[in-house]
């Protein structure tokens, strides 16, 4: 039986959105019977699981779905941090905390 990860996956480093952290994801395990195509130099294996990218809208629906297919899977959930919200211009404000001093 084949063990799974379900999870939300992360923010990117190269953008400041979260639009692809809220839904649920499944992860299948890397699969070690990948082999180097010697002509094209492409990756082939006879297990496809790997190229499927499986997400669901709540983690209940992706319990189900692992249960309904016979898989064992894992819950991987990260805290979420928490933002304080600020304004412009609080990048301005004489209180601010600095590293350098005068």
Not at 15 to 35: A, C, N, R
Not at 65 to 74: L, V
Not at 85 to 98: H, I, L, V
Request: glycine fraction near 2%; include cysteine; charged fraction near 30%.
């Amino acid at each position: 039986m084949t063990k799974i990860l379900i999870k939300k996956p992360c923010k990117t480093n190269m953008q400041s959105g979260l639009h692809k952290t809220k839904q649920w994801v499944i992860e299948f395990p890397f699969d070690p019977t990948i082999k180097k195509d010697v002509l094209m130099g492409w990756n082939s294996s006879k297990d496809t699981s790997k190229q499927l990218s499986l997400s669901f809208s709540s983690l209940e629906d992706a319990k189900k779905w692992c249960i309904k297919n016979k898989y064992d899977f894992s819950i991987v959930d990260e805290t979420k941090r928490t933002l304080k919200p600020k304004s412009y211009a609080s990048n301005f404000a004489n209180n601010r905390r600095s590293s350098w001093t005068h």
